[in-house]
Each structure stands twice: as C-alpha cells, then as structure tokens.
C-alpha cells in the first residue's frame, strides 16, 4: 500500500500578463505527486517554473487552470487549512522587522504560529545552533550580512514543525560548509519527523543528487521526467559521456556536433580563456573521430576523461543545453 500524499498536482498551469499586456505562461499542465515522508526535488534554470509551482502549493499564486492538493487540502478552495500546516524558505528573501534582533524576529514569527513562548524559545536556540547564527541571536537584522539573513529565514521555516516544508534554493547564495550544514539538517529532519515532507526547489545539481529521495526536472513551465535521481541517470546508459578542457575555443561547436556519432555536444566556458566540452557519443569508437577532427581545427586538449553520467547530462540531454545560474554559470556543486 502506498504512502498518502502530501502534494498533489493535477494539471496545473499559471499565465502572467506583462505590463504590456502579452501572455507568457509560467506553468504548463504540471503534474506529480509527492509522497508523505518523501524528500521531492524541483530541479531546473531560473525562469523553468519551479518558483510559481511553489507559490501556488504555499496559497502565495491561484492557478489558472488545474487542481492542486497540499496534505490534502485543496489549495484554492482550502488555503487556510493549507497554511496551517505547510512553512516555506525562500532564498534572497528578506523577511524580518530591521529593529528587532534575530531571537526577537524569530519569535514573533513564532507566534504567528501559536507556539507557547517558552517552547518557542528553546526551539529557536537549538536551531541558532545548528545554523551557526547562536552569537548573533542579539543582533539586529539590520545589521546582518546576506548570509545570515538567509540562515534565520532556514530556521524560521522549522519553526512550526510543519508537515510539509517548502524549500525555495534555501542555500541561494551561501557558502559551501554553510550549505553542506543545512542540507544535513535536511536530511536528519525528514529522517527524524516521519511523516514530514519536504519539496525542495534547487538549479544546484549536487544538492539535488544528495538529498532528494526523486525528483522532477522542469523547464519551460512543464515537466519533463519524474523519478529518483538514480533511475534518471539510468536513462543516459546508451550513451558514452565525454568530457574535455580544450584550447583555444571551438568557433564553430555545432558543426561538430553533427560528425557521426556525436548525439549531442554542449560547450561552457572555462578558466583562462579555455573551454570546457561536454559530449553525448553513440559508442567508445567515436572519440577517435572527435579528437581527430580536433586536431584538424588546431584544437589542443588539454584533459579528457569519460564520465559517468550525472543529473546535469540528464537535463542537457532533455533540453539541449547546460544547467545554469542566474549568470549564466554553470553550477557543478553546492
């Protein structure tokens, strides 16, 4: 017998108009379910969708078409029974009163919740803790660094103890080891809570492989495949991966993305001036035909290696081109 669900997305879609009155679709016909208990990533570039499936399933947006269920309660006709048992982290949000300290503003968030006060407090110190903020749970928000901002807004998410957490890229601009605490106590939370679920956002593709028990991959407002990670990079055992740091720059990539063989090939820029070549090849005999034509083109390599297959070369495959930040750079690690 299956777990119940936590979220469940029938067909939803979201239109915008923009100020000048064209239509763009934000979400088209999403569907997935996410199991009770269950560690679900959205994983795709700014702009796929993921941020507006959040803000529909957190009573934040109305869909314009389609049915959406959160612990389930329906998220429209519902949305109070919604909020009482969902949280949601944002990273870059600033959220918080600038005048109150850290333990102050997470207390008052607190009782938006009904918690009694004294339980509130020794739940925000435990997790000052965890985050690292506990030497700055004095300080005024106004006086915290980007960084710190984001930690307090982690450890407001918990603080209701919700049954379902949305997470939206809560490691957005943080560094590694602070990133490497917060997925841990990710992961120990959902462990520990049964029945907890968590819907994690990310365009970091080792926070996705790490923690997500499956996950969707989304672009262009629609879903392209749901599973676990492991059965995602499963689908890429027909094809030898290739990757190379070359100089100088191919100046024509896609002419040879077309020699026999190649089924796909994606370029990123490297350091100092070189470039980095990710390939999709039919079989091993096709790397002598692509460093061949290299030499040709007066293309050094600089280092070669196959690779085993990893969620950013699922995607590339889907869509045809690299995962990327906001940047435009690509993101091998969180």
């Known amino acids: 017998m299956s777990a119940p669900l936590s ?49 529909i399933l957190s009573t934040l947006l109305l869909p314009t078409s389609g049915q959406a269920r959160v612990a389930g309660f329906d998220v429209v006709r519902e949305a109070d029974k919604v909020r009482r048992v969902i949280n949601m982290v944002s990273g870059g949000e600033h959220s918080g009163y600038g005048i109150l300290t850290v333990r102050e503003s997470l207390w008052l968030f607190s009782q938006f919740h009904g918690l009694p006060s004294k ?20 300080t005024r928000i106004n006086k915290l660094s980007t960084g710190m901002r984001q930690k307090m807004n982690f450890v407001r998410g918990f603080l209701n103890d919700p049954r379902v957490l949305f997470l939206d890229e809560p490691t957005l601009g943080l560094d590694v080891e602070t990133s490497r605490i917060l997925r841990s106590y990710v992961k120990r939370w959902v462990k520990e809570k049964p029945g907890r679920t968590i819907l994690l956002t990310t365009h970091y593709m080792a926070e996705a492989d790490e923690l997500c028990d499956r996950l969707a991959i989304i672009e ?19 094809e030898v991966v290739l990757r190379m740091e070359v100089y100088p720059s191919l100046a024509e990539p896609q002419r040879l993305a077309q020699l026999p063989g190649v089924l796909r090939l994606v370029p990123d820029r490297g350091q100092n001036g070189h470039q980095v070549l990710t390939w999709g090849l039919a079989d091993d005999g096709v790397i002598g035909t692509v460093i061949q ?24 495959r889907m869509v045809g081109r690299r995962l990327t930040d906001g940047n435009g750079q690509s993101n091998h690690s969180a």
Do not use: Y
């Not at 339980?119 to 004095?138: K, M, N, P």
């Not at 262009?220 to 027909?238: E, H, S, V, W, Y």
């Open 293 to 316: 034509a290299l030499q040709q083109d007066g293309v050094r390599i600089l280092r070669l290696e196959k690779a085993d297959p990893t969620l950013e070369d699922v995607f590339m």
């Open 7 to 55: 979220v469940d997305v029938q067909n939803v879609s979201r239109q915008f108009v923009t100020k000048k009155g064209q239509t763009f679709w934000a979400l088209r016909d999403a569907s997935l379910q996410v199991q009770e208990g269950e560690l679900f990533g959205l994983l795709g570039p700014n702009g796929a969708g993921k941020t507006t499936l959040i803000k």
């Open 220 to 238: 262009g407002g629609r879903i392209l495949a749901c599973d676990t990670p492991a059965n995602l990079k499963r689908t890429m055992q027909d």
């Open 119 to 138: 339980a509130a407090l020794a739940r925000i110190d435990e997790l000052l803790e965890v985050v690292g903020l506990a030497q700055h749970a004095h």
